[in-house]
DNA sequence: CGGGTTATTGAACGGTTATTCAGGTTAGGC
DNA sequence: GCCTAACCTGAATAACCGTTCAATAACCCG
C-alpha cells in the first residue's frame, strides 16, 4: 500500500532530525553562515520543511539553541556521575574541558554563540544558562572538596569564577588551533591552576603531566 | 563651476576614513552584519569608493584588520610606557584589561575577530599577532619582576599563558554583561590570580579591591 | 473507507546587497 | 592652460537567499 516514500516517520522525528542537522550546520559554518538551504540539505528534507515547522530560520536556529541545551545538561550529567571523589572528579573536569572527543569543534560553537549573545536575546540566554549549569558543577566540585578537607581556599567562589574563566580563555586557543597548545597542554595548565587556587595537596595529585610534582 | 563638492582631500584621507569607518561598523553590527553601505555612510563616502579602494567588502574588512593590529600595537606601546616598576605595571594591564574607556565595545570586537578567525585566514593572522604581541608585553612584565626578584614563578611561561587566557574568559563575561561582572571585578579576579601565580608579597600588593594605593 | 487536518514539497517571488559601470571631477605634470 | 590618470559618484546589474504559496501526499478519526 501506499509505496512508501523515503521517510515517513512520525513529524517529531523529522522535526528532530531538522534541529541536529542545523546544530550541525552551525557547528561547521557558524551561525551567520548558516543557510535555509544547509539544514535542508543536512537534514534530508526541503527547504519549506525547515520553514514550516520553525517559522523561518532565526526560528530554526533559536529552537536548536534548546537542544543544545538539553543536550550539554544530559553530557554533563553524565559524565560526572562517572567519577566519584572531588580530587578525581576535578581532574575529570581538567580533561572534559579539553575533550578527548570532537571537543575542538565544540569549542568553536561555544565561540559561536558568545558573539551570537551578543545581539540575540535568545543566544544570550542559552549562553547564560549553559555557563550558570557549567560553573554550578564546578562549584558543586570545589564545595565537596572543602567539605573533605582536600581543598582548600579563601575565596571559593572567586577561585570558581576564575577556574571557569580560564578554560574558557585557555579554550579560545584551543579552538583556533594556536600553534602550540594541545588537548594535553590545556589539561595541565588548567590543573595547575587548579592546584594552586584550591591548594590541592600531593596525595590527591595523582596524574602528572610528566615527571614528578611535589608541593611544601 | 563645478561649486566644491564635499570633501577632496587627499585620497589617503579618504582611504583611512574608509577604514576606521569599518572598523567602527564591525564593533557595532559585528562581521556578519557589516554591509557595504553601512561603512560608506559611517565614512561619509559611496560604496563606490569602498570598493574602489578595497576591492571587495572582504577587502576592506582585511584591510582594517591590519589598521586595527597597529592601533592596538601602539596604544600597548603608549599604555605601558606610562608606568614603571613590575608590580605597578602588572597592576596597570590588570587595570587595562578591564578598560577604563570603552573596553566592552573593544572585548566584543575581540570576541567577533576570534569568530571570523576560526574561517578567515587574515583574521586568524590578525588575531594570532595580536595576542602574541599582548603575551609578549606581559611576559615581559613578568620577566622583569623575576629579574628583581619581586615576583617567584616555578615556570613563568605557563603562568604568562595562563594569565592571558584568565583575562580572556573573564573578558568575555564582561563583553556580555554576565550579571554580576564589573570592570572593577574583573581587575580584582585577575589581580589574585597575579598575585597567586607570581606569589607577589603583600608588600606589592599595594591596591586592595577599594581602598589607597602607594608604594613603599 | 471518506474528509479534513497535518506534513511535505519544489517552484516562484521579492527584497537585500555586493559588485559593475559609465560618466563626471580633481589634481598635477608638461 | 591642457591632458591624462587617479578619484569619486550614483544608478544599474545580477546573484543570492529567506519566505510564500499552490499542489500533493500522508495520516487520523468517525
Redesign the pocket.
Known amino acids: 500500500m501506499?509505496?512508501?516514500?523515503?521517510?515517513?516517520?512520525?513529524?517529531?522525528?523529522?522535526?528532530g532530525r531538522i534541529l541536529r542537522a542545523t546544530i550541525a550546520v552551525v557547528r561547521e559554518r557558524g551561525f551567520a553562515g548558516?543557510?535555509?538551504?544547509?539544514i535542508?540539505e543536512a537534514a534530508?528534507?526541503?527547504?519549506?520543511?525547515?520553514?514550516?515547522?520553525f517559522?523561518?530560520?532565526?526560528?530554526a536556529l533559536a529552537a536548536s539553541l534548546t537542544l543544545l541545551e538539553d543536550e550539554f545538561y544530559e553530557e554533563l550529567e553524565r559524565n560526572l556521575s562517572e567519577v566519584v571523589g572531588p580530587v578525581p572528579r576535578l581532574r575529570h573536569i581538567a580533561e572534559l574541558g579539553a575533550g578527548y572527543g570532537p571537543a575542538v569543534g565544540d569549542w568553536r560553537l561555544w565561540l559561536e554563540l558568545w558573539v551570537r549573545a551578543i545581539r540575540d536575546d535568545g543566544a544570550r540566554a542559552a549562553r547564560e544558562s549553559l555557563d550558570n549549569r557549567w560553573r554550578g558543577a564546578l562549584r558543586q566540585v570545589v564545595d565537596e572538596g572543602l567539605a573533605a578537607g582536600v581543598f582548600a581556599a579563601s575565596d571559593p567562589k572567586a577561585s570558581v569564577l576564575r577556574l571557569a574563566a580560564l578554560m574558557d580563555g585557555l579554550a579560545i586557543q584551543l579552538a583556533l588551533a594556536e600553534p602550540g597548545m594541545t588537548t594535553g597542554k590545556f589539561t595541565e595548565l588548567w590543573w595547575q591552576s587548579a592546584v594552586l587556587e584550591l591548594g590541592i595537596s600531593p596525595a590527591g595529585e595523582k596524574t602528572g603531566p610528566a615527571g614528578g610534582r611535589r608541593k611544601k
Not at 501506499?2 to 522535526?15: G, M, V
Not at 548558516?34 to 544547509?38: H, M, S
Request: no cysteine; hydrophobic share 40%.
Open positions: 501506499a509505496a512508501a516514500t523515503l521517510a515517513a516517520k512520525a513529524p517529531e522525528e523529522r522535526r548558516t543557510r535555509v538551504t544547509d535542508a534530508g528534507t526541503s527547504q519549506g520543511l525547515v520553514l514550516y515547522h517559522g523561518s530560520l532565526a526560528g
